[in-house]
């Protein structure tokens, strides 16, 4: 399966595409519909007409890599479109081409750590409460 770092962007084009578009074409519309430079190195995912057909189009160093994957049965599960493209994480993707629905994953809450104050006067308060 495809594994990309956490600082690749992902990019999914949430209206169909005509699956006849090669490489020249996708590129086109990462550039004109997603807007987005094709050659960023960040992911590209179009989408079928009639669901069961994604490609994934990635620049690499010195040339262009076009994924393509068909279901032989059932459809992908997208997102709800409210804008021309919406941005996935690697998780989102794996999830996606397994065919998995994306708005019934739950994610668990992410923990973030606490910002303590270390200016000297948020100790001395701290610790006048202590007594």
């Known amino acids: 399966m495809l594994n990309f770092p956490p600082s690749v962007r992902i990019f999914l084009a949430t209206s169909p595409v005509d699956m006849r578009r090669q490489i020249d074409g996708l590129v086109a519309l990462a550039s004109d519909v997603l807007a987005q ?25 010195n040339g262009f890599i076009l994924f393509y994957k068909r279901l032989e049965k059932g459809r992908f599960r997208f997102p709800e479109a409210t804008s021309p493209s919406r941005e996935l994480d690697s998780t989102a993707l794996t999830l996606l081409l397994e065919g998995l629905d994306l708005e019934l ?5 992410r923990w973030h ?3 303590v104050d ?3 006067s948020a100790t001395m308060c701290e610790s006048a409460q202590a007594t």
């Open 37 to 61: 430079d094709p050659f960023s190195g960040h992911v590209f995912v179009f989408r079928g007409r009639r669901g069961n057909r994604v490609k994934v189009l990635v620049w690499d160093r």
């Open 118 to 120: 270390p200016s000297p």
């Open 105 to 109: 994953a739950a994610q668990a809450p």
């Open 113 to 115: 750590p606490r910002i």
